[in-house]
């Protein structure tokens, strides 16, 4: 298993559009991936999962991956945080 | 007859690897289901361009082209150029034989080869009740020629049924329509009824309870003819046909091509013809004495006893043509005895058969269903229950079950108050003189009878309002799909539904975060669109996301960029993890402030995981008010 942690800087938080473009990049991947903030864990691959989270800016999650590309999945959720939140 | 789907039609046929490479077809809600022997011969790539063809799919060993909600008229086109058969049923029920017990099978079997005769058969049922009507009240004489001529279209159906069957049987069984017709056609050949009215060869099992007379022979063994004959039977013709689906098998694969049209159906009719009549004919003959025989028995046992098994078991014996083997036994009764007793438990049977479609008919929101249950349960009234048992209560087994106990029940109030019936009248409500000892005036049986029907029909109809579902999975089966349960949503907020690709944000319109629709709201408030349970919210409350008991989930949206207002005129009715009903109020938001503060109210209404559905359909550019159907999902 990977992870790696991420401070949100986007202000909105992670709301809708960000959530499906999450998800879509998650869904890439065969790897078990989990979205962890504070006590709640969500799987990233779930849309309203990671809706519900309510994740709002200066917020940090972590980002575990577990499975056969999880080294690719944690190289392209990184990416896609940095990118996009 | 043309359609405008014609061109569609034949690109499609020609794409999938043209007419002889289609097994079977079918259609659910939005698709053609095609079963090909050679999918590398289909041209999926141009199928996908094809204007009309939304895109296609291979699973479960189906190639499904996707066509949307009109998909039932380029089927009917696609079948009329193709000649592939009315399909839907048909497939489903092969596909499920192997796992089906044999009683299971051959109901499915029966109403299948049913199914797309029922319009008629209600019809003509409808046609016979009201005759009946007017005979009864006497509008109409039934010597006169308007009632024959009249009379002749009804029963026409019903006497010829063989060969109707006969076709639909050989549309199931993958043989030869024509084939299977003149197998029934045979059966009702008029030199053939006229043998079992002449002069007996010899009598065979003399002395038994199985004595039968044989008319005539095939080749020096003898053919014994059912008691009744063949006319208006069913299963006799679809075992015929089954088997002569496998002797044209093996023919076709012997024959060579060239006079293939021709000696294939000529050997199949030749061996399949006598086959029936040597094979089936006893068999019928002899089940139907043993029948006759032990509903003497169990008279003399018990009176009781035997109404309950008569009046229990009377429609399965219709359907199996054995009711002939007790009809004799009335007909000896009435001229020895002046009356019978041992049948009267058959009269209650049809009536709880009525009762029961009268209460699919309160409880049903399949339109389908009701359509047919009005004229199912008319004609029932008038003893005509032929629409009722093969259109409604067999294909749905339970029903029919039901309309046995309660005729059952019927019949053993029958047997126990001792009910004389003193002739065969009518049917249905007008058989009740048959109750009525001309000679006396002694209406006691009558009476009797009253009472049986009553408790036969209250019975069959609170059971009946008590156990009937319209069974989601059931009824896809016969109509549209196995592979799934549908679900509908309803609609969230008052406004018109548009296209989500006109939505102006592409997080929502490239369909990334879901397929589904969008709504211009004319109102600020949102209700569940299903019972459910409120599995996202965000903390704004600008977005709700639900997930429905099997598993949905519903993204509702309102207005775009709204997060942005970080809350201000929303207000959330619900919170997170709660379980809300269909209608509930989740949350309110004030449309014009939104929209004075520039942004849109436009609210996409979304399934987040539409990868767990085959199918998601809706329709849009109408104005819909909370809770009309906007949108159902098939599962996968």
């Known amino acids: ?25 998650a869904g890439k991947y065969s790897s078990k991936i989990q979205l962890i903030c504070g006590e709640k864990s969500v799987e990233a691959k779930k849309l309203l999962g990671v809706m519900g989270m309510g994740i709002k800016c200066k917020q940090t999650v972590t980002i575990t991956a577990e499975g056969e590309d999880e080294a690719a999945a944690i190289e392209g959720m990184k990416a896609f945080f940095q990118e996009n939140l | 007859m043309a359609s405008k789907y014609d061109a569609l039609a034949r690109i499609i046929i020609q794409n999938v690897g043209g007419k002889s490479n289609v097994i079977s077809l079918s259609h659910c809600i939005t698709r053609l289901r095609f079963k090909l022997k050679d999918v590398s011969k289909a041209n999926t790539e141009v199928l996908k361009r094809t204007d009309g063809v939304v895109t296609v799919i291979q699973s479960g060993g189906q190639y499904q082209v996707v066509i949307g909600n009109h998909v039932p008229d380029v089927f009917e086109a696609v079948n009329n150029i193709g000649g592939f058969g009315t399909g839907a049923s048909e497939e489903v029920s092969t596909e499920h034989k192997e796992k089906q017990s044999p009683g299971a099978a051959l109901i499915d079997i029966i109403s299948g080869v049913f199914q797309p005769t029922l319009g008629v058969l209600a019809a003509t049922g409808m046609i016979k009740g009201l005759l009946a009507l007017f005979i009864f009240f006497k509008v109409m004489s039934n010597t006169s020629g308007t009632y024959q001529l009249l009379y002749s279209a009804a029963d026409g159906f019903f006497y010829f049924l063989p060969i109707f069957l006969g076709l639909n049987a050989a549309k199931k069984f993958n043989m030869n329509q024509f084939t299977g017709m003149a197998i029934g056609a045979s059966l009702l050949y008029p030199s053939i009824v006229a043998l079992s009215s002449g002069k007996a060869l010899i009598t065979v099992f003399t002395g038994t309870a199985f004595q039968t007379n044989v008319y005539t022979e095939f080749l020096g063994i003898p053919v014994l003819l059912p008691a009744g004959g063949y006319a208006s039977t069913v299963v006799p013709i679809i075992f015929a046909v089954f088997i002569a689906s496998k002797i044209e098998k093996f023919w076709k694969k012997i024959i060579p091509d060239v006079v293939k049209t021709f000696v294939v159906p000529m050997l199949t009719l030749t061996i399949s013809i006598p086959l029936t009549f040597l094979v089936i004919g006893p068999i019928a003959s002899i089940l139907s004495s043993a029948v006759g025989f032990s509903a003497t028995n169990v008279y003399n046992l018990s009176p ?14 219709v359907i199996f043509g054995l009711h002939w083997g007790l009809v004799p036994i009335l007909f000896m009764n009435y001229s020895s005895l002046g009356y019978d007793s041992v049948l009267s438990g058959f009269f209650a049977p049809s009536f709880a058969q009525t009762a029961v479609v009268l209460a699919i008919l309160f409880k049903t929101k399949d339109k389908k269903i009701r359509s047919l249950a009005i004229p199912a349960a008319i004609s029932g009234i008038f003893g005509v229950t032929e629409p009722a048992i093969y259109g409604i209560t067999l294909p749905k087994k339970k029903p029919f079950i039901i309309s046995c106990i309660a005729g059952g029940i019927g019949g053993g109030i029958m047997g126990l108050a001792g009910c004389k019936s003193y002739m065969l009248g009518g049917l249905g409500i007008f058989g009740f003189p048959n109750y ?11 009476l009797w009878a009253i009472v049986a029907v009553a408790v036969a029909m209250i019975i069959g109809f609170v059971l009946t309002m008590i156990t009937y579902k319209d069974d989601v999975v059931e009824e896809s089966a016969v109509v549209h799909d196995i592979a799934g349960k549908e679900e509908i949503i309803y609609n969230p907020i008052k406004g018109e539904v548009i296209a989500l690709s006109l939505v102006e944000d592409d997080a929502f319109s490239t369909g ?30 600008h977005a709700i996301g ?8 519903i993204l509702i949206h309102v207005g775009m960029n709204t997060v942005k207002l970080n809350g201000k005129h929303f207000t959330c009715n619900v919170k997170m993890g709660e379980a809300v009903k269909k209608g509930q109020i989740l949350q309110l938001f004030d449309r014009d402030a939104i929209k004075s503060e520039g942004y849109s109210t436009i609210t996409p209404v979304i399934i987040t995981n539409t990868d767990k559905f085959a199918d998601i359909s809706y329709s849009t550019g109408k104005t819909l008010n909370q809770q009309d159907e906007l949108m159902s999902l098939l599962h996968k």
């Open chain 1, 1 to 25: 298993m990977k992870n790696f942690n991420y401070k949100i800087t986007d202000d909105l938080g992670i709301h809708a559009r960000p959530a499906g473009l999450l998800v879509k990049e």
């Open chain 2, 304 to 317: 009781i006893l035997a109404g309950i098994i008569v009046g229990t078991f009377w429609q399965v014996l």
């Open chain 2, 436 to 446: 009525i000892n001309s000679k006396t005036n002694d209406a006691s049986s009558m």
């Open chain 2, 512 to 541: 990334a975060l879901g397929t589904g629709v969008a709504i211009k709201p004319t109102e600020g408030v949102v209700v569940a669109p299903v019972d459910a349970v409120v599995s996202a919210l965000f903390p704004t409350g």
């Open chain 2, 546 to 553: 639900l997930t429905t008991e099997h598993g949905a989930e």
